[in-house]
């Protein structure tokens, strides 16, 4: 069974992981809407399904091969 974790710590992503060899290195976007408290600088605009635009913080990681046993 081919499994994709995605492992939070304090609600912020850590990793994203996975058993499957097809996936390590594909590329995530996490897109995290609270912006609460943020600088004007740390946001990216990212538009939405229906044509408007709303800032969020946007992170960009690779999936890693899981080290978890039972994944």
Known sequence: MT??????E??????????????IG???VVVDYDTDGAEA???TE????????IEAFV???CVSK???GSL
């Not at 609600?11 to 992981?17: C, S």
Request: proline share 2%; charged share 20%.
């Open 41 to 43: 600088g740390d946001l």
């Open 10 to 23: 304090g609600g912020f992503v850590q990793a994203v992981i996975s058993n499957d060899p097809r996936l």
């Open 26 to 28: 594909k590329k995530v």
């Open 59 to 61: 992170h960009h990681l």
């Open 66 to 68: 899981s080290e978890i």
């Open 3 to 8: 499994n994709l974790c995605v492992v939070l």
């Open 46 to 53: 990212v538009a939405q399904s229906d044509g408007t635009i």
